[in-house]
Structures are given as C-alpha cells and as structure tokens.
C-alpha cells in the first residue's frame, strides 16, 4: 500500500477518512441503475456523485483525506489534485476495504474511517460522530437501507471481520456485526443513511437532498425516462 502524503499533518491529526472509489468507466459502476439509466448515464450519475462526496469532505479540518481508488491512478490524479490517492489491492471488497484500513492503523493513525462514493448528501456530522465513536470503540459502522453499510471505521485491525460476509446482500451489516461479537470488538452503530444503489434510491435522495448536485443531475437524467415514473421535477 503506498504511503499517505503529509506526514507531518497525518502526525497532528491522527485521523483519516477514506473514499472508496472506482473510476466511473460504463458498464462497470451503478449497473444496478441500468435501466432506467443507460451505462453512460450510470457512470455520468457516479461521477457526479463522487465529486460531491469528495467536495463534501474536503470540508472537514479533523482529519486527513484520502481516495481509495480502482482504475487509472492517472484519472485519479487529475481529476483530484492535491487529494492522496491510495490504491486498492485485494481480491473482493473485503480484502480492498482491510488493506485500506489496516494499512493507516500501521501507519499510525488512530482512527480510519472508509466510505462509498455513493451517499452524497451525508452529513459531516456523522462522519465526526464516527471519529468520536472510535475513541471508545474498536469499530464503528453507518447502517444503509439495504442492509450494508456507509461508513465503516476502525480504531483496531482484525481481518477477519471482512471475510466470509456474503457481500452484496442484506445480510452484510448482521454478519458484519455478528463477527465482531465474536472476535471480541466492540461496535458502535451510527444513524441509518442512503445510497444509490436502485431508482427508489434516486428518488429518496430527490426528495431528501434537492438542492445536492447530484440531485440536480438526477433530476435531468430522469426528465424524460419512461421508465423511471419520475414526476417529481422541479
């Protein structure tokens, strides 16, 4: 895993946060939005999404920041400047999201906290609550509506917790916390939060967030789908 940049802060601050993120090629983000959305409008949404998920937490002084990415580290650079970037390695997201985590807890952060590029309405405050959470606690986790989670964090390493979870499903987070009980972690739990894995999802961050970019771009992208039973333009 290559090193995180500016030591001298990671010395100050001791906390990090972590976008996971995959360079929003079509055919290989948001496919579960297709349809409604074509493959090119999926990657369009993404990448919108993840601009706003990475301006949202620019916004935070606590901690470092840092983009976990899959694809061109090229893109990455370019797109975001000045941002670390940090490859993922691993053969399914469990391993991605561990080697993430373990490697700044050996770095010698005291708190990592990793989340999707894919909530872009959520507030900083639950991101500061995680930080908080962590100084008590062994891991932390943001329930989502289908039953994985947005945020995970950690104070203290375990790789077992990212194996043998049927990842994709509605069983991760109970599995999730399940195993932690088991392997003697203690766990906090945020407020539930959304994600745009589904057009019920769109809709929802619509409805909740209309002034989010991504919003915005929701809105455009389903004007004039018929598909989407989409009526609510404004």
């Known amino acids: 895993m290559e090193k995180v940049e500016n030591s001298r802060q990671k010395q100050v601050k001791k906390r990090i946060l972590g976008i996971f993120a995959k360079q929003p090629v079509p055919g290989q983000v948001k496919t579960r939005l297709c349809p409604p959305l074509s493959a090119r409008q999926a990657a369009d949404l993404y990448f919108v999404s993840l601009q706003e998920t990475v301006a949202r937490a620019q916004t935070l002084t606590s901690c470092d920041l840092a983009i976990c990415y899959s694809g061109d580290g090229g893109w990455f650079a370019a797109t975001f400047p000045g ?65 994985g989670y947005y945020l995970v964090g950690e104070s203290t390493h375990n790789d077992q917790l990212y194996s043998g979870i049927a990842w994709s499903t509605d069983k991760v987070l109970e599995q999730t916390l399940a195993k932690a009980t088991t392997l003697g972690l203690s766990s906090v739990l945020l407020p539930d939060w959304d994600d745009l894995d589904d057009l019920p999802a769109l809709l929802r961050l619509v409805d909740r967030s209309p002034h989010s970019i991504t919003a915005k771009q929701v809105r455009t992208v389903l004007k004039h789908s018929t598909d989407s039973g989409f009526d609510g333009l404004t």
């Open 83 to 147: 941002i670390s970037l940090v490859p993922q390695h691993g053969n399914g997201l469990g391993e991605r999201m561990a080697q993430c985590l373990s490697g700044w807890l050996a770095e010698g952060y005291e708190a990592a906290v990793l989340i999707g590029s894919d909530a872009p309405d959520l507030p900083t405050a639950l991101i500061e609550e995680a930080f908080s959470a962590l100084e008590g606690a062994d891991l932390v986790h943001g329930p989502a509506l289908d039953g």
